[in-house]
């Protein structure tokens, strides 16, 4: 019974990022939509958008191969498992020992692989141009979190999200200076990761500009939909990632009721709701960058990283 119990809470969180992870798109949408005073798409048109997708016929470019068409399911695959493994309610799950930092990182850089892949594989000029400037992204981006993981694992000593959440609920944390240059660079390689204002424009169609939308062009239909529910699962990982590492407050501890874990599902709630809402204040506050420009903006997270690890060098030393 305590077997099934836990399998079935560990399958609830599966379902539950699946669920709120289009709903978060949508609220960022009506947030940034209520700022710029329009009136904005219903928060659920998400939904709406994925249920038509669905119902589209695929239509294929000629000289796409078998790998195109695989290519969205893998990636939606990757990335629901890697958001799955993400404390969100509860610290106990039955497959919290997988959720590892490093592990989080490879299917995250899996998922890249094969979304770059994608987008070469037609053989057109947008999707060539794309999956170029994603692998240059990424270039920078993986060791900036390599630098951030460095960081936690100093402090926390594992890379286990569950144990990182645990030391940061603790007494021992304390006011360091290396979490604060961890946590901003993080949500900068965030905003990167997720094509989002400044690095991307996730509205927009314009060659010079787009990174993530130039190698899905050519996708339509059920696929289309497969990868647009993946990016959406995507923001919904960082924000989680984000909640469950420096806002650990609200996880259900190992041995929690249930009372303690419908809690821990209102305060996750509430997290993805203050993390939307700030996404959506930043991206109508600042400017699209030129895609030159970006390595800059990367280059700082790495370095923000860097002095992170730094500090909690020296300060072991002396």
């Known amino acids: 019974m305590v077997v099934i119990s836990d399998l079935a809470i560990q399958s609830a969180q599966m379902l539950l990022v699946l669920m709120l992870a289009p709903l978060l798109t949508g609220f960022i949408r009506k947030v940034k939509a209520r700022l710029l005073r329009r009136r904005g798409a219903p928060i659920v048109q998400p939904y709406r958008d994925l249920l038509r997708l669905l119902r589209k016929e695929v239509i294929l470019a000629d000289t796409a191969s078998w790998l195109f068409r695989v290519i969205p399911y893998l990636i939606f695959a990757t990335i629901w498992v890697a958001a799955a493994l993400v404390p969100t309610f509860a610290t106990s799950l039955l497959f919290s020992w997988s959720a590892d930092l490093i592990a989080i990182i490879a299917l995250l850089g899996s998922a890249r692989f094969f979304l770059a892949l994608a987008g070469m594989d037609v053989g057109t000029s947008f999707g060539g141009i794309g999956s170029s400037r994603e692998v240059m992204i990424a270039t920078l981006a993986e060791p900036a979190m390599i630098m951030i993981v460095f960081t936690l694992a100093l402090l926390a000593g594992s890379t286990q999200l569950s144990n990182v959440a645990s030391f940061m609920l603790s007494s021992s944390v304390g006011v360091r200076v290396s979490l604060a240059l961890a946590l901003v660079a993080l949500v900068m390689v965030a905003i990167a990761e997720n094509a989002r204002i400044p690095v991307d424009n996730p509205a927009t169609h314009l060659e010079l500009t787009m990174v993530h939308e130039a190698m899905v062009l050519e996708y339509s239909g059920r696929h289309l939909a497969m990868i647009e529910l993946a990016a959406s699962l995507k923001l919904l990982l960082y924000i989680s990632l984000i909640g469950c590492v420096f806002l650990p407050w609200g996880l259900a501890l190992p041995g929690a009721g249930a009372a303690a874990q419908v809690a821990g599902v209102a305060a996750y709630i509430a ?17 699209k960058m030129r895609v030159f420009r970006v390595p800059d903006f990367l280059g700082a997270a790495l370095m923000l990283g860097l002095l992170g690890t730094l500090l909690l060098f020296v300060s072991r030393s002396l």
């Open 271 to 287: 997290k993805l709701a203050a993390g939307g809402f700030l996404l959506a204040l930043f991206e109508t506050t600042v400017a």
